[in-house]
């Protein structure tokens, strides 16, 4: 949520934004402007919601208004306060767009509120004046808070919108005022969105019609946005494509890469993962992606050049598949000369590479081996196995400690560059997908417990084999760790439905993963297998003849 006492950031100017909500006859409808064309505003012909800047008068205002004074409304919104001043900017930027005013006085004649819109509009008065000049008062009493965004870092003009919903007022007809608005649009969130209307739309405006579009009518819609508890400040981050500029929001998997690599919002740094590209994630840490793309590896197999700033010798981490131009990319993206290869483990898209590039650099393979030889890399000849706990020096101001992680894999490795508290965690933490435990060399209880001890390590970022950097490693080992607690709680009550004979692990699949889509589900398999298998250990399921492919049931069951 914003934080009490939420400051406004100095290149930022208070905004706000109304959405306009009524039932139509095809479902939700809100009301949609159409903003001018202007040379050199970003939003230059974009379908947008009524709202504008906060005027300095909207607070004179707040003796006009009905319901929650700017006590309430600034706590809600996160501020010392002025809350308030916010709610009458958006129904003041309402009326003066779109003619539509909430207030349960007498409008006057169109043609005399036509020049109070034209006056407000110019900067000639303020919300108080108009209130005060024709006996209206404001009412706020049906606004739900929806939604705070800010303007990324790096826009010429950044805005801190607060934007709220309403019922729209009734027996009211909206109108352009032909300057900022000069099309007007009821539409439902369905048809907003259609490509085939050709909406300019910001990624704030589709995110919204988005959480409209899931209320059948206005009142779903408010108590949906009332129901969402304190709301958290969004903020987009520009970032650059193979297609071109585009903005990032905070839940796609590039946006805390991108924060840490252009705080200051340049829009250089790339939303993608291009195999073969080297991408500086700092001074110490240089990543190249492997064409390795698929579903198991998603966007591709990262390999990491680590090293000193200062010196010249460079560690590889995991080399990855045994790709002749992956390693060439390697060789061609090293800052320095490769002086060791480390091996997180030795699956497939991870550990090959390690032979191609030892030749060609001389440099030795570091790793462990795995207990069981399915699923591994044959070809995996380590000069030395690596201990838990063991340093590595890379120079004065670089060293990676060794982690022992088992559970994806019984010989895998995360190695915490520990100057910048960041872990290259290979397969033991994945972005945006939880790994598969794979038995005999995968072990559900080992995971778990890896998981937990990471906890007690001091860490600012995950690296991971695939995906972007990692923000907030805490918060993502926990919910790792819960997700796992849920999925062996749906086993359990899997088992505890099944007959007295027990069930197969087959039988059992599409019940434990019901929310998992059916095409993944032979993958999954092997992950229930070993959460079967970690409830055995526990002594809370047993197996016929001691089967692992036998009929599961509780134990006692």
Known sequence: MTAPGYRLPPDARPAASLLLLRDGDAGLEVLMLRRAERDGDLRSGAAVFPGGVVDVRDRDAHAFCLGDGDAAWSAALGLDEGGLDYVVAALRETFEEVGLLLTPDRLPPEDHAASWRGRLHRGECGAAELCRALGLRLDARGFVYWSHWLTPPGTPKRFDTRFFAVRAPAGQQAAA???????????TPEQALDPSRGLKLLPVTRRTLEELGR?????????FGAGRGPIGLTMPRRAMSRRGPRAVLPDELPYAEIGRLDPDGRGDASCELVAGVPVRLSPRIVRVTAPNAGPMTGPGTNSYLVGDPDGHGWTVIDPGPADPAHVQALLTAAPGRIERILVTHTHRDHSPGAALLAAA??????????RYPEWQDPTFDPARELADGERIVLGPAASLRVIHTPGHASNHLCFLLEQERLLFTGDHVMQGSTVVINPPDGDMTAYLRALEAL???????????HGFLVAEPPAVLRGLIAHRRRREARVHEALRAVAPGGATIDELLPEVYADVPAALHPMARRSLFAHLLKLRDDGAAAVEDDSPEGRWALRGG
């Open 361 to 370: 650099t001389g440099a030795p393979v570091y790793g462990r081996r795995a």
């Open 177 to 187: 005022d032909g300057g900022e608005a000069v099309d007007l649009m009821w539409l």
């Open 455 to 465: 906890l007690a390590v001091d860490l600012d970022w995950l690296a991971p084999g």
């Open 215 to 223: 209320s059948v009518d206005v009142d779903a819609a408010l108590a």
